[in-house]
Protein backbone atom coordinates (compact mmCIF):
# COMPACT_ATOMS: atom_id res chain seq x y z
CA UNK A 1 0.00 0.00 0.00
CA UNK A 2 1.59 3.50 -1.00
CA UNK A 3 1.81 6.40 1.87
CA UNK A 4 -0.82 8.44 2.40
CA UNK A 5 -1.71 11.44 0.48
CA UNK A 6 -0.33 14.90 1.48
CA UNK A 7 -3.75 16.25 1.95
CA UNK A 8 -5.32 13.52 3.50
CA UNK A 9 -2.06 13.35 5.67
CA UNK A 10 -2.43 16.81 6.86
CA UNK A 11 -6.27 16.47 7.54
CA UNK A 12 -5.41 13.44 10.04
CA UNK A 13 -2.65 15.56 11.66
CA UNK A 14 -5.25 18.37 12.18
CA UNK A 15 -7.86 16.28 14.34
CA UNK A 16 -4.84 14.66 16.08
CA UNK A 17 -3.72 18.28 16.85
CA UNK A 18 -7.12 19.55 17.50
CA UNK A 19 -8.54 17.91 20.49
CA UNK A 20 -4.98 18.19 22.41
CA UNK A 21 -5.30 21.68 22.02
CA UNK A 22 -9.07 21.92 22.65
CA UNK A 23 -8.16 20.08 25.84
CA UNK A 24 -5.71 22.88 27.01
CA UNK A 25 -7.82 25.40 26.03
CA UNK A 26 -10.85 23.83 28.22
CA UNK A 27 -8.64 23.20 31.16
CA UNK A 28 -7.20 26.77 31.21
CA UNK A 29 -10.72 28.03 31.16
CA UNK A 30 -11.54 25.77 34.17
CA UNK A 31 -8.46 26.86 35.49
CA UNK A 32 -9.54 30.75 35.83
CA UNK A 33 -13.18 29.41 36.85
CA UNK A 34 -11.90 27.76 39.97
CA UNK A 35 -9.68 30.41 40.74
CA UNK A 36 -12.68 33.11 40.48
CA UNK A 37 -14.99 30.70 42.22
CA UNK A 38 -12.51 30.90 45.11
CA UNK A 39 -11.96 34.45 45.13
CA UNK A 40 -15.73 35.47 44.86
CA UNK A 41 -16.50 33.12 47.94
CA UNK A 42 -17.30 35.53 50.28
CA UNK A 43 -19.91 36.83 47.13
CA UNK A 44 -23.30 35.35 46.76
CA UNK A 45 -24.37 31.93 44.73
CA UNK A 46 -25.58 33.88 41.64
CA UNK A 47 -21.90 35.81 40.96
CA UNK A 48 -20.32 32.59 41.59
CA UNK A 49 -22.01 30.61 39.60
CA UNK A 50 -22.18 33.16 36.62
CA UNK A 51 -18.27 33.39 37.05
CA UNK A 52 -18.46 29.66 36.33
CA UNK A 53 -20.66 29.74 33.39
CA UNK A 54 -19.01 32.39 31.95
CA UNK A 55 -15.27 30.80 31.74
CA UNK A 56 -16.65 27.88 30.94
CA UNK A 57 -18.60 28.81 28.15
CA UNK A 58 -15.90 31.07 26.73
CA UNK A 59 -13.60 28.04 26.53
CA UNK A 60 -16.12 25.18 25.49
CA UNK A 61 -16.95 27.74 22.59
CA UNK A 62 -12.91 28.15 21.60
CA UNK A 63 -12.41 24.78 22.26
CA UNK A 64 -15.22 23.33 19.68
CA UNK A 65 -13.76 26.11 17.28
CA UNK A 66 -10.61 24.92 16.88
CA UNK A 67 -12.24 21.01 16.67
CA UNK A 68 -14.08 22.58 13.71
CA UNK A 69 -10.83 23.55 11.74
CA UNK A 70 -10.77 19.68 11.16
CA UNK A 71 -13.94 19.55 9.76
CA UNK A 72 -17.57 20.09 10.15
CA UNK A 73 -18.16 15.92 11.01
CA UNK A 74 -15.45 16.42 13.64
CA UNK A 75 -17.46 17.97 15.50
CA UNK A 76 -20.53 15.67 15.55
CA UNK A 77 -18.42 13.67 18.22
CA UNK A 78 -20.00 12.07 21.61
CA UNK A 79 -17.08 13.84 23.99
CA UNK A 80 -17.75 17.25 22.40
CA UNK A 81 -21.72 16.17 23.04
CA UNK A 82 -21.16 15.39 26.84
CA UNK A 83 -19.29 18.71 27.51
CA UNK A 84 -21.98 21.00 26.19
CA UNK A 85 -24.75 18.39 27.28
CA UNK A 86 -22.91 18.87 30.61
CA UNK A 87 -22.79 22.87 30.47
CA UNK A 88 -26.04 22.76 29.45
CA UNK A 89 -27.48 21.06 32.65
CA UNK A 90 -25.29 23.22 35.03
CA UNK A 91 -23.69 26.24 34.13
CA UNK A 92 -25.75 27.73 30.97
CA UNK A 93 -28.49 29.01 32.96
CA UNK A 94 -26.91 31.27 35.15
CA UNK A 95 -25.90 33.45 32.08
CA UNK A 96 -28.97 35.26 32.38
CA UNK A 97 -30.48 36.37 35.92
CA UNK A 98 -31.90 33.55 38.37
CA UNK A 99 -33.94 35.60 40.97
CA UNK A 100 -33.71 34.10 44.28
CA UNK A 101 -30.61 32.34 44.22
CA UNK A 102 -28.91 34.30 46.69
CA UNK A 103 -31.66 33.32 49.25
CA UNK A 104 -31.44 29.47 48.39
CA UNK A 105 -28.35 28.69 49.69
CA UNK A 106 -24.96 29.68 51.26
CA UNK A 107 -22.13 31.42 49.57
CA UNK A 108 -19.98 28.53 50.63
CA UNK A 109 -21.93 25.39 48.97
CA UNK A 110 -22.01 27.29 46.11
CA UNK A 111 -18.21 27.20 46.11
CA UNK A 112 -17.99 23.75 46.93
CA UNK A 113 -20.56 23.03 43.99
CA UNK A 114 -19.28 24.59 41.52
CA UNK A 115 -16.43 22.89 42.37
CA UNK A 116 -17.23 20.55 41.84
CA UNK A 117 -18.63 20.84 38.31
CA UNK A 118 -15.46 22.05 37.25
CA UNK A 119 -14.20 19.06 37.89
CA UNK A 120 -15.79 16.68 36.41
CA UNK A 121 -15.50 18.80 33.09
CA UNK A 122 -11.87 18.80 33.37
CA UNK A 123 -12.29 14.79 34.00
CA UNK A 124 -14.25 14.33 31.34
CA UNK A 125 -11.28 16.42 28.59
CA UNK A 126 -8.35 14.35 30.50
CA UNK A 127 -10.61 11.04 29.96
CA UNK A 128 -11.05 11.02 26.72
CA UNK A 129 -7.19 11.32 26.07
CA UNK A 130 -6.55 8.09 28.32
CA UNK A 131 -7.51 6.05 25.12
CA UNK A 132 -4.91 6.30 22.64
CA UNK A 133 -6.23 8.46 19.25
CA UNK A 134 -6.30 6.23 16.27
CA UNK A 135 -6.73 7.19 13.07
CA UNK A 136 -5.36 5.68 9.87
CA UNK A 137 -6.57 2.79 7.72
CA UNK A 138 -10.84 3.32 7.70
CA UNK A 139 -12.70 -0.51 7.60
CA UNK A 140 -16.04 -0.97 5.78
CA UNK A 141 -18.66 -2.24 7.94
CA UNK A 142 -19.71 -6.35 7.52
CA UNK A 143 -23.18 -4.37 6.80
CA UNK A 144 -21.63 -1.66 4.16
CA UNK A 145 -24.19 -3.22 1.69
CA UNK A 146 -27.29 -2.69 3.39
CA UNK A 147 -29.95 -1.55 1.06
CA UNK A 148 -32.48 1.38 1.62
CA UNK A 149 -35.53 -0.61 1.90
CA UNK A 150 -33.90 -2.33 5.08
CA UNK A 151 -33.31 1.21 6.65
CA UNK A 152 -37.43 2.19 6.09
CA UNK A 153 -38.40 -0.75 7.36
CA UNK A 154 -36.05 -0.17 10.38
CA UNK A 155 -38.09 2.53 10.80
CA UNK A 156 -41.31 1.23 10.87
CA UNK A 157 -40.61 -2.01 13.12
CA UNK A 158 -39.12 0.84 15.82
CA UNK A 159 -42.13 3.19 15.29
CA UNK A 160 -44.50 -0.11 15.78
CA UNK A 161 -42.98 -1.61 18.76
CA UNK A 162 -42.20 1.93 20.10
CA UNK A 163 -45.95 2.72 20.02
CA UNK A 164 -47.06 -0.41 21.16
CA UNK A 165 -47.62 -0.05 24.65
CA UNK A 166 -49.50 3.69 23.91
CA UNK A 167 -51.62 2.22 21.57
CA UNK A 168 -52.86 -0.63 23.46
CA UNK A 169 -53.48 1.41 26.60
CA UNK A 170 -56.13 3.39 24.89
CA UNK A 171 -57.45 -0.05 22.65
CA UNK A 172 -55.97 1.80 19.55
CA UNK A 173 -57.99 5.16 19.38
CA UNK A 174 -55.45 7.44 17.59
CA UNK A 175 -57.45 10.14 18.28
CA UNK A 176 -57.13 9.54 22.35
CA UNK A 177 -53.49 9.01 22.04
CA UNK A 178 -53.59 12.58 20.37
CA UNK A 179 -55.65 13.86 23.20
CA UNK A 180 -53.89 12.38 26.10
CA UNK A 181 -50.53 13.70 24.85
CA UNK A 182 -52.13 17.47 25.78
CA UNK A 183 -52.42 16.03 29.01
CA UNK A 184 -50.22 16.93 32.13
CA UNK A 185 -46.92 14.81 32.37
CA UNK A 186 -47.16 11.27 34.12
CA UNK A 187 -51.05 11.17 33.97
CA UNK A 188 -51.28 9.17 30.44
CA UNK A 189 -53.24 6.04 30.52
CA UNK A 190 -49.63 4.41 29.08
CA UNK A 191 -47.45 5.85 31.65
CA UNK A 192 -46.06 3.44 33.58
CA UNK A 193 -45.95 2.30 37.41
CA UNK A 194 -42.89 3.62 39.60
CA UNK A 195 -41.73 0.46 40.15
CA UNK A 196 -43.90 -1.87 37.44
CA UNK A 197 -43.48 -5.38 37.42
CA UNK A 198 -46.11 -6.44 34.99
CA UNK A 199 -46.12 -7.70 31.23
CA UNK A 200 -46.97 -3.80 29.72
CA UNK A 201 -43.96 -2.33 31.87
CA UNK A 202 -42.18 -4.45 29.87
CA UNK A 203 -43.60 -3.22 26.57
CA UNK A 204 -42.95 0.19 28.30
CA UNK A 205 -39.04 -1.32 28.11
CA UNK A 206 -39.33 -1.72 24.40
CA UNK A 207 -40.67 1.33 24.08
CA UNK A 208 -37.08 3.35 24.15
CA UNK A 209 -37.21 2.16 20.39
CA UNK A 210 -38.81 4.70 19.42
CA UNK A 211 -35.40 7.10 20.12
CA UNK A 212 -33.87 4.68 16.76
CA UNK A 213 -36.78 6.91 15.08
CA UNK A 214 -35.41 10.67 14.79
CA UNK A 215 -31.68 8.72 13.83
CA UNK A 216 -32.61 6.45 10.98
CA UNK A 217 -34.91 9.58 9.70
CA UNK A 218 -31.52 11.79 9.45
CA UNK A 219 -30.12 8.90 7.83
CA UNK A 220 -32.77 8.80 5.21
CA UNK A 221 -33.27 12.20 4.60
CA UNK A 222 -29.27 12.42 3.88
CA UNK A 223 -29.82 10.01 1.44
CA UNK A 224 -33.30 11.23 -0.38
CA UNK A 225 -31.77 9.97 -3.68
CA UNK A 226 -32.79 6.32 -2.18
CA UNK A 227 -35.91 6.63 -1.31
CA UNK A 228 -39.67 6.77 -3.21
CA UNK A 229 -41.53 10.21 -2.39
CA UNK A 230 -44.03 7.69 -0.63
CA UNK A 231 -41.16 6.39 1.46
CA UNK A 232 -39.94 10.22 2.65
CA UNK A 233 -43.62 11.39 3.37
CA UNK A 234 -44.23 8.17 5.28
CA UNK A 235 -40.98 8.67 7.36
CA UNK A 236 -41.87 12.10 7.69
CA UNK A 237 -44.99 11.53 9.29
CA UNK A 238 -43.63 9.53 11.65
CA UNK A 239 -41.16 11.96 12.90
CA UNK A 240 -43.06 14.78 13.04
CA UNK A 241 -45.27 12.68 15.15
CA UNK A 242 -42.15 11.66 17.15
CA UNK A 243 -41.03 15.34 17.78
CA UNK A 244 -44.54 16.43 18.75
CA UNK A 245 -45.17 13.33 21.32
CA UNK A 246 -41.47 14.38 22.80
CA UNK A 247 -42.77 18.03 22.90
CA UNK A 248 -45.83 17.28 24.61
CA UNK A 249 -44.21 14.98 27.21
CA UNK A 250 -42.91 18.44 28.67
CA UNK A 251 -39.88 16.22 29.13
CA UNK A 252 -36.61 18.49 27.41
CA UNK A 253 -34.10 15.57 27.16
CA UNK A 254 -36.20 13.86 25.15
CA UNK A 255 -37.40 16.38 22.81
CA UNK A 256 -33.34 17.28 23.03
CA UNK A 257 -31.94 13.46 22.20
CA UNK A 258 -34.32 13.44 19.29
CA UNK A 259 -33.48 16.78 17.43
CA UNK A 260 -29.26 16.04 18.48
CA UNK A 261 -29.66 12.17 17.10
CA UNK A 262 -31.98 13.27 13.59
CA UNK A 263 -28.84 15.64 12.97
CA UNK A 264 -25.78 13.59 13.90
CA UNK A 265 -26.95 10.78 11.88
CA UNK A 266 -28.04 13.39 9.09
CA UNK A 267 -24.49 15.02 8.83
CA UNK A 268 -23.01 11.55 9.27
CA UNK A 269 -24.62 10.16 6.21
CA UNK A 270 -24.94 12.63 3.72
CA UNK A 271 -22.14 13.18 0.93
CA UNK A 272 -21.21 16.38 1.16
CA UNK A 273 -21.55 18.83 4.48
CA UNK A 274 -20.23 22.71 4.29
CA UNK A 275 -20.09 25.15 7.48
CA UNK A 276 -22.66 27.30 5.64
CA UNK A 277 -25.01 24.38 5.30
CA UNK A 278 -24.58 23.25 8.88
CA UNK A 279 -25.09 26.69 10.01
CA UNK A 280 -28.23 27.47 8.17
CA UNK A 281 -29.63 24.25 9.52
CA UNK A 282 -28.10 23.55 13.27
CA UNK A 283 -28.75 27.85 14.61
CA UNK A 284 -32.51 27.72 13.54
CA UNK A 285 -33.13 24.47 15.21
CA UNK A 286 -30.97 24.56 18.68
CA UNK A 287 -33.24 28.07 19.03
CA UNK A 288 -36.36 26.69 18.29
CA UNK A 289 -35.27 23.67 20.70
CA UNK A 290 -33.86 26.84 23.24
CA UNK A 291 -37.00 28.33 22.98
CA UNK A 292 -39.63 25.05 23.00
CA UNK A 293 -37.66 23.88 26.15
CA UNK A 294 -38.70 27.02 27.67
CA UNK A 295 -42.08 26.79 27.17
CA UNK A 296 -42.29 23.08 28.32
CA UNK A 297 -40.68 23.67 31.62
CA UNK A 298 -43.91 25.82 31.67
CA UNK A 299 -47.10 23.50 30.58
CA UNK A 300 -45.52 19.79 31.65
CA UNK A 301 -47.47 20.23 34.85
CA UNK A 302 -50.65 21.40 33.37
CA UNK A 303 -50.23 19.96 29.75
CA UNK A 304 -50.85 21.45 26.68
CA UNK A 305 -54.86 21.74 26.31
CA UNK A 306 -55.47 25.04 27.88
CA UNK A 307 -51.80 26.71 27.92
CA UNK A 308 -51.06 30.00 26.31
CA UNK A 309 -47.41 30.35 24.13
CA UNK A 310 -47.43 33.69 25.68
CA UNK A 311 -43.47 34.49 25.09
CA UNK A 312 -44.11 37.31 28.21
CA UNK A 313 -44.51 34.17 30.74
CA UNK A 314 -40.61 33.73 30.27
CA UNK A 315 -39.15 35.61 32.84
CA UNK A 316 -36.00 33.95 32.22
CA UNK A 317 -34.18 31.05 30.95
CA UNK A 318 -33.85 28.00 33.12
CA UNK A 319 -33.04 24.39 33.42
CA UNK A 320 -33.48 22.31 36.20
CA UNK A 321 -30.97 23.84 39.16
CA UNK A 322 -28.98 21.06 38.86
CA UNK A 323 -25.98 23.32 40.12
CA UNK A 324 -28.09 24.55 42.81
CA UNK A 325 -29.08 21.06 43.67
CA UNK A 326 -25.33 19.87 43.76
CA UNK A 327 -24.41 22.29 45.89
CA UNK A 328 -26.84 21.68 48.82
CA UNK A 329 -25.39 18.07 48.42
CA UNK A 330 -22.10 19.06 49.47
CA UNK A 331 -23.21 20.55 52.60
CA UNK A 332 -25.23 16.78 53.28
CA UNK A 333 -22.67 14.32 52.09
CA UNK A 334 -20.82 13.04 54.27
CA UNK A 335 -21.47 15.57 57.28
CA UNK A 336 -25.53 13.86 57.69
CA UNK A 337 -25.42 10.71 55.09
CA UNK A 338 -22.43 8.61 54.23
CA UNK A 339 -21.58 8.24 50.93
CA UNK A 340 -23.68 5.45 49.06
CA UNK A 341 -20.18 4.39 47.39
CA UNK A 342 -21.01 1.22 45.05
CA UNK A 343 -24.36 1.63 45.47
CA UNK A 344 -24.73 3.84 42.70
CA UNK A 345 -23.05 1.99 39.69
CA UNK A 346 -24.50 -1.40 40.86
CA UNK A 347 -28.00 0.45 40.88
CA UNK A 348 -27.23 1.82 37.11
CA UNK A 349 -25.92 -1.63 35.97
CA UNK A 350 -28.94 -3.61 37.36
CA UNK A 351 -31.47 -0.52 36.39
CA UNK A 352 -32.55 -2.19 32.98
CA UNK A 353 -33.49 -5.41 34.06
CA UNK A 354 -37.34 -5.58 34.24
CA UNK A 355 -38.79 -6.01 37.55
CA UNK A 356 -41.28 -9.12 35.97
CA UNK A 357 -38.04 -10.87 35.28
CA UNK A 358 -36.76 -9.98 38.88
CA UNK A 359 -39.41 -9.58 41.15
CA UNK A 360 -37.21 -8.29 44.58
CA UNK A 361 -35.09 -5.94 42.51
CA UNK A 362 -33.86 -3.37 44.48
CA UNK A 363 -36.62 -0.18 44.81
CA UNK A 364 -34.25 3.06 44.76
CA UNK A 365 -31.09 3.63 46.35
CA UNK A 366 -31.07 3.66 50.30
CA UNK A 367 -30.76 7.50 50.27
CA UNK A 368 -31.44 9.16 47.34
CA UNK A 369 -30.71 13.04 46.68
CA UNK A 370 -34.87 13.58 47.39
CA UNK A 371 -34.68 12.26 50.27
CA UNK A 372 -31.67 13.72 51.12
CA UNK A 373 -32.78 17.22 50.39
CA UNK A 374 -36.11 16.73 52.38
CA UNK A 375 -38.00 16.05 49.16
CA UNK A 376 -40.93 13.69 48.74
CA UNK A 377 -39.61 11.25 46.84
CA UNK A 378 -42.67 9.97 44.74
CA UNK A 379 -43.91 13.30 43.39
CA UNK A 380 -40.99 15.31 43.42
CA UNK A 381 -37.77 14.55 41.23
CA UNK A 382 -34.45 16.44 41.58
CA UNK A 383 -31.79 15.97 39.01
CA UNK A 384 -28.47 16.76 39.89
CA UNK A 385 -26.84 15.48 36.76
CA UNK A 386 -24.06 12.76 37.08
CA UNK A 387 -21.83 15.05 38.99
CA UNK A 388 -24.29 14.99 42.04
CA UNK A 389 -24.93 11.22 42.07
CA UNK A 390 -20.65 10.66 41.75
CA UNK A 391 -20.62 13.13 44.46
CA UNK A 392 -22.82 11.12 46.82
CA UNK A 393 -21.20 8.00 46.06
CA UNK A 394 -17.55 9.12 46.75
CA UNK A 395 -17.31 13.14 47.01
CA UNK A 396 -15.04 14.86 44.96
CA UNK A 397 -12.75 11.73 43.91
CA UNK A 398 -15.91 10.35 43.38
CA UNK A 399 -16.62 12.79 40.63
CA UNK A 400 -13.45 12.78 38.92
CA UNK A 401 -13.53 8.92 38.94
CA UNK A 402 -16.66 8.93 36.92
CA UNK A 403 -16.22 12.24 34.94
CA UNK A 404 -12.79 10.13 33.64
CA UNK A 405 -14.63 6.92 32.75
CA UNK A 406 -17.21 9.16 30.61
CA UNK A 407 -14.42 10.56 28.88
CA UNK A 408 -12.64 6.99 27.96
CA UNK A 409 -15.68 5.39 27.14
CA UNK A 410 -16.52 8.61 25.00
CA UNK A 411 -13.27 8.24 23.27
CA UNK A 412 -14.00 4.54 22.08
CA UNK A 413 -17.58 5.32 21.09
CA UNK A 414 -15.60 7.93 18.88
CA UNK A 415 -13.56 5.18 17.07
CA UNK A 416 -16.79 3.59 16.07
CA UNK A 417 -17.28 6.59 14.19
CA UNK A 418 -14.01 7.02 12.64
CA UNK A 419 -13.56 3.69 11.39
CA UNK A 420 -16.67 2.61 9.45
CA UNK A 421 -17.96 3.74 6.32
CA UNK A 422 -21.21 1.74 6.59
CA UNK A 423 -24.34 4.03 7.00
CA UNK A 424 -25.47 1.14 8.89
CA UNK A 425 -22.32 1.91 11.24
CA UNK A 426 -22.81 5.54 11.03
CA UNK A 427 -26.37 4.72 12.15
CA UNK A 428 -25.18 2.79 14.79
CA UNK A 429 -22.88 5.46 16.35
CA UNK A 430 -25.21 8.39 16.15
CA UNK A 431 -27.88 6.99 18.45
CA UNK A 432 -25.16 6.02 20.61
CA UNK A 433 -25.80 9.82 21.19
CA UNK A 434 -29.04 9.16 23.59
CA UNK A 435 -26.81 7.42 25.92
CA UNK A 436 -24.06 9.87 26.04
CA UNK A 437 -26.98 13.03 26.87
CA UNK A 438 -28.31 11.07 29.65
CA UNK A 439 -25.68 9.59 30.84
CA UNK A 440 -24.25 13.42 31.41
CA UNK A 441 -28.16 13.96 33.73
CA UNK A 442 -27.90 10.25 35.29
CA UNK A 443 -25.66 7.92 35.85
CA UNK A 444 -28.39 5.26 37.20
CA UNK A 445 -30.32 6.15 33.39
CA UNK A 446 -26.67 5.49 31.41
CA UNK A 447 -27.43 1.14 31.02
CA UNK A 448 -30.81 2.04 30.41
CA UNK A 449 -30.44 4.28 27.65
CA UNK A 450 -27.92 1.93 26.01
CA UNK A 451 -31.13 -0.45 25.12
CA UNK A 452 -31.71 1.37 21.91
CA UNK A 453 -28.35 1.12 20.44
CA UNK A 454 -28.56 -3.14 21.68
CA UNK A 455 -31.11 -3.32 19.99
CA UNK A 456 -29.66 -2.28 16.84
CA UNK A 457 -26.64 -3.64 17.23
CA UNK A 458 -28.37 -7.02 17.11
CA UNK A 459 -30.68 -6.58 14.43
CA UNK A 460 -27.79 -5.77 12.45
CA UNK A 461 -26.14 -8.99 13.20
CA UNK A 462 -28.94 -11.43 13.42
CA UNK A 463 -30.90 -9.87 10.47
CA UNK A 464 -28.59 -7.95 8.31
CA UNK A 465 -26.69 -10.49 5.50
CA UNK A 466 -22.83 -9.79 5.97
CA UNK A 467 -20.95 -8.91 3.49
CA UNK A 468 -17.79 -10.60 4.13
CA UNK A 469 -14.60 -9.75 6.06
CA UNK A 470 -14.06 -6.39 6.11
CA UNK A 471 -11.51 -4.40 4.15
CA UNK A 472 -8.85 -1.32 4.59
CA UNK A 473 -10.28 1.80 3.34
CA UNK A 474 -8.07 2.44 -0.11
CA UNK A 475 -6.86 -1.52 -0.91
CA UNK A 476 -7.97 -2.48 -4.42
CA UNK A 477 -11.22 -4.34 -2.86
CA UNK A 478 -12.20 -0.80 -1.22
CA UNK A 479 -11.92 1.01 -4.81
CA UNK A 480 -13.88 -1.41 -6.40
CA UNK A 481 -17.00 -1.30 -3.93
CA UNK A 482 -16.62 2.71 -4.12
CA UNK A 483 -15.98 3.10 -0.66
CA UNK A 484 -12.65 4.74 -0.85
CA UNK A 485 -13.91 8.11 -1.22
CA UNK A 486 -15.85 8.20 2.13
CA UNK A 487 -14.76 10.39 4.62
CA UNK A 488 -17.13 9.20 8.12
CA UNK A 489 -15.31 12.47 9.55
Known amino acids: MGRMPAKRQSGENKRVRAPALSTGVILCGIAVAALGVI ?42 LMLWILYLLTLMEFLFPQPGVDSAL ?45 FFLLLIASAFLGYLHMFLAVNFDPFEVFRQMLMPRFTQAWSRGRYGGDL ?34 IVGAVLLFTLFYGFASGTRNIIGTYVITFFGAYYLNKPRVTLKHALCLGIPALLVLLLGSAFMLKFRTSGLTDFSFDPSQLE ?4 DYNLITISKLTEIFPSEFDYLGLEIPYHAL ?51 IAAVLFGAA ?20 ASGFFCAML ?15 IALWLYGKLFLKKRGRATPVGSATSVRTGTAGQKPF
Open 39 to 80: GLSSEGPEVIFRTAAICVGVSLATATAIEATAGIRNLIRVDL
Open 106 to 150: SAVAATNGTIAVLLGFAGLVVGRHLVPWRSGSHYNSPFANVPPSK
Open 200 to 233: FSLLVEVGTLIYLIPPIAGLIYARPKDYTSAQKF
Open 316 to 319: TLSV
Open 350 to 400: IHPIPRMLWPGKPEGLSVSVETALGADAATVTLASSFVGEAYIAGGLVGVL
Open 410 to 429: AELWNRLGRAVTSPFAQLLY
Open 439 to 453: SMRSITWASVTTLPT
